[in-house]
């Protein structure tokens, strides 16, 4: 069992930056890739970025590449996402996520674990 709990959201303005953070409990975290996903009022949620067991792949949205960065830290069971250039359409609830397996995947029904969301608000 995982449990897993997203902090660092807030309101930015249009530009600037902020830092997710997620922290996950049990012990399978180090074992399994972690994403990030994203759901927009009326919208569906989507695929923001994920990363491998041991950090060495990551895979990211086309509409945060060179933006977002993901990163872990085993010893603390912390995945992060840096966001940077923030824009009004990333206005959204972010959600943190277990995979089932190791490798880097983009498929929502991939992950078995979810947090309970951060909102994120990006103003013009």
């Known amino acids: 069992q995982v449990q897993l709990v997203e902090s660092g959201g807030g309101l930015v303005q249009a530009g600037g930056s902020l830092r997710l953070s997620c922290a996950a409990s049990g012990r399978i975290f180090s074992s399994v890739a972690m994403g990030w996903f994203r759901q927009a009022p009326g919208k569906e949620r989507e695929f923001v970025a994920s990363?491998?067991?041991?950090?060495?792949?990551?895979y990211y949205a086309d509409a945060v590449k060179g933006r977002f960065t993901i990163s872990r830290d085993n010893a603390k069971n912390t995945v992060y996402l840096q966001m940077n250039s923030l824009k009004p359409e990333d206005t959204a609830v972010y959600y943190c996520?277990?995979?089932?397996?190791?490798?880097?995947?983009?498929?929502?029904?991939?992950?078995?674990?979810w947090g309970q969301g951060t909102q994120v608000t990006v103003s013009s």
């Open positions: 990363i491998s067991w041991n950090g060495g792949s990551t």
């Open positions: 996520a277990a995979a089932r397996w190791a490798a880097v995947t983009i498929q929502t029904y991939e992950y078995d674990y």
